[in-house]
Structure formats: structure tokens, C-alpha cells
């Protein structure tokens, strides 16, 4: 299990998370969806030490780490234990897709060249790109760069799987590629935190829903709980500028 409590980030006077609270259970697919500044990508930041928030805690199994005062030891050991899917897919433009999947791998890991290069090769063909481990990041499409920034993830094998606005940089007809791999990981039982806007897609892979707002959770439960039987004024006005046909039931 995962667990985020009491999580606070500010950048100068403007607060941006206001003391969050967030528990996932293994096997879990969480979906965080929210407006644009509404501190959902922040968060996710924050869970994987890209930000170091002000206050609160993480645990993931049985370590607990406090976000402000945690060791670089420390982080590096919780990173170890998840993952991170970018919007601009953050690959070394000049290593080849294997080699951009090996350096985790070997570097932070500490594996052996060869065990990295079985596991990237592995994971590359489970995206469908066993063929273009050669290949450099400019001669592939985005939704391809993309699926090679997801393998990367589940070579690590961590125990969750962070994705921020994975399709945001993509062209619509791309879109659904990569969503059908990420869908193929939650069918298997992947741990995954993930913010996104395409809605009919959280609404299909989603365990739970999360909407964030202003720094905080107003209202979170199953797809059918939040977007059909919607409790709270702040996210049916939320819903209703997604959905042009939104209703909920009473």
C-alpha cells in the first residue's frame, strides 16, 4: 500500500497544495482529474521527490519518509519503488530506445548490463516496439516515444507507476496507443497514480477517481460514484465543462 498524508507544497507566497491526503491500495488504479493549476501535477511530483514538498509523509509498505526532511539516501531508496511517465516523454535524445531504457536500469538499479538489457528488451516488446531498439527518439512518432517512456517505467519494476498527463503531448490519432498499454498494465495489476484529462478513458480503467481542486481532495470514489452520482457543487461544475451532455442521478 501507499499512503500520502498531510502534503503542503508552496512556490513563494501561492500555495498549491493544501494538505492532502491520499491512501493506494496494490493492484490499484487511481486517477487524479482537476483543472489546469489545480495542483495535480504538483502532487505527482512530489510523490516521486521531483518537488520537495513542505510537509507531510509518504509510506510505501512499511517505510515512511517525511517529504521535507528526508536523506538524499532516503529518497533515492523510495524512488527505487516507483516510476515516473512524463508528458514530454523525457527521453535522451541522443541514446537509442534500449539504451534509454537500460540506463535506469543500470545506473540506478545497479544492475548488470546484461540483466538491464534483457529487462529493456522485455519490456520493449511488451509495448509492441521490440523492433525499434536502435532506433533513436527523433525517428519515432510521439505516441511511440511515449509507449518507449512506459517500458522505461516497467522495467524498473517498481511497485507503482506515476503518469502525468500521459496522452496531453500527443496527437489525437496517437492517443490510443498508448492508452491501450496502459490499460494492458491495469488489467494485469499494476499499482498506478495517474492525473489525466480524457475522461471516457478514466472513466473505463479507473478504480478510483480523485478531483482535485485549489490544493485539495473534494470529492473522490469509483468512476460511477463521481461522475454519475456526484456529491459535490465544485465537481459538478467541473464535470459539466468536460462533458457537454453531463448529468448525475440523485
Known amino acids: 500500500m ?27 488504479v487511481v486517477v487524479i482529474i482537476g483543472s489546469s493549476g489545480s495542483g495535480k501535477t504538483t502532487f505527482l511530483r512530489c510523490v516521486n521527490f521531483l518537488e520537495r514538498a513542505d510537509e507531510g509523509e509518504i509510506t510505501i509498505d512499511d517505510k515512511t519518509l517525511n517529504f521535507h526532511h528526508s536523506s538524499r539516501h532516503e529518497i533515492l531508496m523510495m524512488r527505487r519503488k516507483t516510476a515516473m511517465v512524463f508528458q514530454s ?10 539504451k534509454n531504457i537500460e540506463a535506469g536500469l543500470h545506473i540506478i538499479q545497479k544492475k548488470s548490463r546484461e540483466e538491464s538489457k534483457a529487462l529493456a528488451i522485455a519490456a520493449l516488446e511488451k509495448v509492441g516496439l521490440g523492433d525499434r531498439a536502435q532506433s533513436y527518439p527523433g525517428e519515432l512518432s ?14 524498473l519494476e ?13 496527437d489525437p490519432e496517437l492517443i490510443g496507443e498508448v492508452l491501450a498499454v496502459i490499460k494492458q498494465l491495469a488489467d494485469e495489476g499494476q499499482t498506478m497514480l495517474i492525473v489525466s484529462h480524457e475522461m471516457n478513458f478514466v472513466r473505463k480503467i479507473a478504480n478510483r477517481v480523485v478531483f482535485i481542486d485549489d490544493g485539495v481532495v473534494v470529492e473522490q470514489g469509483s468512476p460511477d460514484e463521481v461522475f454519475l452520482r456526484t456529491q459535490e457543487e465544485r465537481t459538478k461544475q467541473f464535470l459539466k465543462t468536460v462533458f457537454e451532455d453531463w448529468t448525475y442521478t440523485i
Not at 11 to 17: C, I
Not at 160 to 167: G, R
Open 2 to 28: 501507499i499512503a500520502v498524508h498531510g502534503i503542503h507544497k508552496s512556490f513563494g507566497k501561492k500555495k498549491v497544495l493544501k494538505g492532502i491526503d491520499l491512501e493506494i491500495e496494490d493492484g490499484e
Open 89 to 98: 516523454y523525457n527521453l535522451f535524445k541522443n541514446m537509442t530506445v534500449i
Open 142 to 155: 510521439g505516441g511511440q516515444q511515449q509507449r518507449v517512456g512506459i517500458a522505461r517505467a516497467m522495467a
Open 158 to 170: 517498481p511497485q507503482i507507476i506515476l503518469f502525468d498527463e500521459p496522452t496531453s503531448a500527443l
